[in-house]
């Protein structure tokens, strides 16, 4: 692997292009972030040259005893083929200079990289100037034929107008003006953001095509826990001592980049492409880990016990089936997400005497998946 403060010389990236695989350099943007680090992960599987922004690459002076990396970046540098197809590069969203240089000789770009905050100044500006610096820098590359851009669900279904039978699709946004109401401003800086991308996309000729994630959960790669991870963590470690009346849209990691490279790959795709699995109530969430995990402290009590219990709305997710990508039942995906945590040290292992056989506990997703789903009773 290589890491740079600065762009790669035209010298170095005629070497990366010749590299085994498809011959294509991609440049993804906040490369060791939780969705980032496993797009990264499969574009170097795949063969591609990864050339990824993150704030601070390390330094590796060549001296006989020196090499010191920032340790963020750890996971990365342990990939397959990182050593030979990975680059870093020194990036800020509000630097556009770092950023022509990150996506100079690339072919694509997968913009990833955005602010995680209610704080409506850490939240709004970086994400949308750094949305258009991206495609700008793009668009005056020269090489580039397709920017894919991580949007959310926040972009899409923030809407009080929307009715009960409404299918949510990629046809839906978020009511600004309630967002702002309510002071969600993560939701409101994802939805201006995917909308300056969008503008900036039509005003400089980029190929653009977007992605729109659900709150995401699977296994980690990097080593710290993100905020959707902490969604799941907190009702495992004794923190959360009830459960809200609320309903949330999940989707596997792992789907989510396999997304991104489909629809870059993808010469016919186009427009937004809502990612998601499955929509449960947060007591459902929690009943499907009582029953994979019953020697954790999860909570049985709901926060709101005097309104009626909230409904999951409807979506489709067709457009990312149609490209054939099969998604993993979010079950599946919240064991693994517990299994990496205990891995990892972020949850303490079940004493022994109390926690069921080790062939008990992978057989529960694999039944799971046979039947299609757990058998969730309200």
């Excluded at 950023?99 to 949308?128: L, Y």
Aim: aromatic letters at 6%.
């Amino acid at each position: 692997m290589t890491v740079v403060d600065a762009v790669v010389s035209s010298a170095d990236a005629a070497g990366a292009v010749a590299q085994p695989g498809n011959g294509q350099t991609v440049c993804v943007t906040g490369a060791a972030g939780y969705i980032a680090s496993w797009l990264v992960k499969l574009l170097l599987e795949k063969g591609y040259t990864v050339k990824g922004t993150v704030r601070n690459p390390g330094m590796c002076t060549h001296t006989h005893t020196t090499r010191r990396y920032d340790p963020k970046n750890a996971h990365l540098r342990a990939l397959e083929g990182a050593a030979e197809r990975l680059v870093l590069c020194k990036a800020d969203l509000l630097d556009y200079d770092a950023i022509c240089r990150a996506v100079q000789g690339c072919q694509g770009v997968f913009h990833t990289a955005s602010p995680v905050t209610d704080d409506p100044e850490q939240m709004v500006e970086p994400a949308v100037r750094g949305t258009e610096y991206v495609i700008k820098a793009a668009a005056e590359a020269g090489t580039v034929r397709r920017v894919v851009f991580t949007s959310s669900i926040g972009a899409v279904t923030m809407d009080p107008a929307r009715g009960p039978d409404v299918v949510v699709d990629e046809s839906c946004w978020s009511d600004l003006e309630f967002c702002k109401k309510t002071r969600n401003w993560y939701c409101y800086g994802k939805a201006v953001a995917e909308q300056a991308a969008w503008d900036a996309a039509r005003q400089r000729g980029v190929d653009l095509v977007v992605v729109n994630p659900v709150l995401v959960v699977g296994p980690l790669l990097q080593a710290t826990v993100n905020a959707s991870i902490a969604h799941v963590l907190k009702y495992l470690d004794g923190s959360a001592r009830t459960f809200a009346n609320a309903v949330q849209a999940y989707v596997d990691v792992r789907d989510v980049a396999d997304a991104h490279v489909r629809v870059f790959e993808t010469p016919g795709a186009s427009g937004r492409h809502l990612c998601a699995e499955r929509v449960l109530h947060r007591e459902d969430v929690v009943r499907i880990l009582a029953k994979l995990f019953p020697e954790y402290p999860l909570p049985t009590r709901c926060s709101d016990e005097v309104n009626p219990r909230k409904q999951p709305y409807k979506f489709s997710n067709q457009k990312l089936r149609d490209l054939g990508l099969e998604f993993r039942p979010v079950s599946q995906s919240l064991y693994d997400t517990v299994r990496c945590l205990q891995e990892k040290g972020h949850l303490p292992l079940p004493v022994p005497d109390e926690q069921a056989t080790e062939a008990e506990k992978t057989e529960a997703p694999a039944a799971e998946l046979q039947q299609g789903g757990i058998a969730i009773r309200a």
